[in-house]
C-alpha cells in the first residue's frame, strides 16, 4: 500500500471559521509533511514531522497548527484564515526524514477561504 | 542557500523525446528527484538520483552530473497524457532533509 490518504477533497470556509484536514498513511513512514501549492507554482513546504515529533516549521502562521496524534496521522488545524490562504494543501510522507527519502503524496486538499 | 532553474515551458509532438534541464546550486548535496504533477492532481514521484549517471524507468530516464549541478530528465515516445508540470527536486543536508523544489516545467505534448 503505497497511498497516502486527505479528506476533505475540498473546503469552503469563512475567515471565522475553525477547520482541520487530515492526512493518513499506512506504509510504516516516519516523517509526514503538509504543503501548500498555489496554482502554476511549486509545493512550498509548511511543516514536518518526524517520529511524531515537529522538527521543521517553515515560519508559518499561527493561524495553521499542526498536529500528529500517532504515525499514521497527521492533522492541519485551521483557524481565522485569509482569503490569501486558498490554495492547494498537500501531505506527504516518506520512511525517514532524510536526503534520499522519496515523498508519497496525497492527493490534497483544494482550500477556498471566503 | 539554495536554488534551481529550470524551463517553464515544453512543447512536443506524440511519438517524440523531449528532455527538462534542471540546474542546482547547494551544499552538502543527496540527490536530485523529479516529480510529475498533471492538472488539478497531487505530484508523484518519478525518479531520484544521487549518484552520477543514467537510471531507465520504461520511458522515463532521468540524468545527474554532480560535478556540473544539474541534470534532467527524458521522456520517450512522448503521449497526450505525458502533458503536465514536472518538478525536480533537491536534497541536501543544510535542508535539514527537506525537498527543495523547483517552479517547475509545463510539458505540452501536440497530437
Known amino acids: 500500500d503505497t497511498e497516502v490518504t486527505q479528506t476533505p477533497k475540498h473546503l469552503v470556509m469563512g475567515m471565522t471559521n475553525k477547520k482541520s484536514l487530515k492526512c493518513e498513511q499506512h506504509?510504516?513512514?516516519?516523517?509526514m509533511y503538509w504543503y501548500k501549492q498555489k496554482a502554476k507554482k511549486p509545493p512550498e513546504l509548511m511543516f514536518v514531522?518526524?517520529?511524531?515529533?515537529?522538527?521543521i516549521n517553515e515560519s508559518v502562521p499561527s493561524r495553521f497548527s499542526p498536529e500528529c496524534p500517532n504515525s499514521s496521522l497527521l492533522n492541519l488545524h485551521l483557524h481565522a484564515l485569509q482569503p490569501e490562504d486558498s490554495a492547494l494543501y498537500l501531505c506527504a510522507s516518506s520512511q525517514e526524514r532524510g536526503g534520499a527519502e522519496t515523498q508519497y503524496f496525497g492527493p490534497g486538499t483544494r482550500l477556498l477561504v471566503l | 542557500g539554495q536554488s534551481l532553474e529550470q524551463p517553464s515551458e515544453v512543447t512536443a509532438v506524440e511519438g517524440a523525446i523531449v528532455q527538462i534541464n534542471c540546474t542546482y546550486q547547494?551544499?552538502?548535496?543527496?540527490?536530485l528527484s523529479w516529480y510529475q504533477q498533471h492538472d488539478g492532481g497531487a505530484p508523484t514521484f518519478l525518479s531520484y538520483?544521487?549518484?552520477?549517471g543514467l537510471e531507465e524507468t520504461g520511458r522515463f530516464s532521468s540524468f545527474l552530473s554532480r560535478s556540473d549541478s544539474y541534470g534532467y530528465l527524458l521522456l520517450q515516445e512522448l503521449q497526450m497524457k505525458d502533458s503536465a508540470s514536472y518538478f525536480c527536486a533537491v536534497n541536501s543536508d543544510t535542508n535539514a532533509g527537506k525537498s527543495t523544489f523547483g517552479d517547475g516545467t509545463t510539458l505540452t505534448v501536440k497530437p
Open positions: 514531522y518526524s517520529y511524531e515529533k515537529l522538527s
Open positions: 506504509m510504516g513512514h516516519r516523517a
Open positions: 538520483n544521487a549518484l552520477d
Open positions: 547547494t551544499s552538502g548535496f543527496y540527490g
